[in-house]
């Protein structure tokens, strides 16, 4: 056994729990790779790797469940009428200074054919601003729309968090006051072998993979950022992804909803394309609480399954749009009640002493929406694809920047008619700023549109 002084519980610990082959190369190392490498493995709780093994042998027998009830679309005067009064009792909540938005934007851009964090993705179809101008920009709208200030937070990962930081620095935090960016990382965990044991990913660190974004909870309780807002009055957070740049950041219908129900966690959902889609649907389990079955585990026969009027039963699809009610997180995360990890059983890279090998091993992940099953009280509340769900997955075809940027234009056009603005015939790529409007009546109604072929209403 190697001995460090002030490490000693550490190396004990390694060695009780048989991960002694981390210190094959200590002999190699330098005095600083070694004390690199002695600082990851005291931050390692080896019991908890212990029982996250344990899942990998456990067999899961799932619950029943039949499709979630949710708020639909209005379509009657009454209906009209219910979504007014959840849009006032929003716009009062929000001018009230309760809410805030949390931004998910731990990803790499590599997927896409672009160095560097997602959020830096250039999006926009004629101004090519990235993801996270046009999020920020949407919350400065919302700011002087509702004349109040609206924190943000942002979860990086290891990989993409000093670079986002600089490039807010740089940007000086596209006019929001930068003591309510709140920008923290997501944790990390190891990932174990087919045996249970840590592996190495260089001679002097251990392979760890993020927690998944049900670890953004976690996140944002134990960086403080959970405190800060509580301590702001902040009581509503509005979660999303950072790579939907349709995404209605701070939408007073949903949170007037939210406040009427009376609801800890709300989720908004589209009807399914088709079948197949990718995205997991809400369910309601034989318990009787309300959560998401992802749509790999979603039998065929449910997922082709059809009603009376020969739609989808499970049609109401996640897509990662939330409001969490800040006590809640709060309890979840502090208490001794927690998101349960997932198994996913994966090619990892390990070092050798031949160099880098890949092997299959275990990684173990959260997910945000396990956290509906928590609530007592939750909402969902139907939303429209073409205005609301433009996700940047891929390089090319479905969820790409192409048709992202096509969803965006088509919507910006959509804004234009409805208030009666003539578009020139010339005009192929419309987008509209999100400081000149973020909702169809914020457009002036005097605009007049340029005879060219790409246009940016700013």
Known sequence: MIYVEGYQNTIEKVYRTGNEHVFAFWDALTPDRQKHLLQELSHINFEELENLYALTKKQVIPMGFEPAPFTGLPQTPEERKDFDNARAIGIETIKNGKVAAFVVAGGQGSRLGFDGPKGMLPIGPVSNKTLFQIHAEKIKAYEKKFNVEIPWCIMTSEANHDATVEYFEKNKFFNLNKDNVFIFTQNMIPSLDENGKLILETPYSIFRNPDGHGGSLTALYQSGTLSKLMDMGIEILSYFQVDNPLVRIIDPVFIGFHVKRNAEVSSKALKKAYPEEKIGVFVKFSNGR???????????????????????????????????????????????????????????????????????????????????PLTEHNFILETKREEEFAPVKNKTGVDSVETAQELMINLYTQWLIQKNIPIPKVVEKIEISPLCAVEPDDVPATLLLPQQKEVYIS
């Open 290 to 372: 309300i959560g998401v079955v992802e749509y790999s585990d979603l039998p065929p026969e449910k997922q082709n399954e059809k009603d009376e009027h020969g739609n989808l039963r499970y049609l109401a699809g996640s897509i990662a749009i939330h409001l969490f009610n800040t006590h809640f997180i709060e309890n979840i995360t502090k208490g001794n009640v927690t998101l349960p990890f997932h198994v996913a059983k994966k090619s990892i890279p390990k070092y050798s002493p031949e160099g880098k090998i890949h092997i299959t091993g275990y990684k173990f992940e959260k997910f945000v929406f396990d956290a509906l």
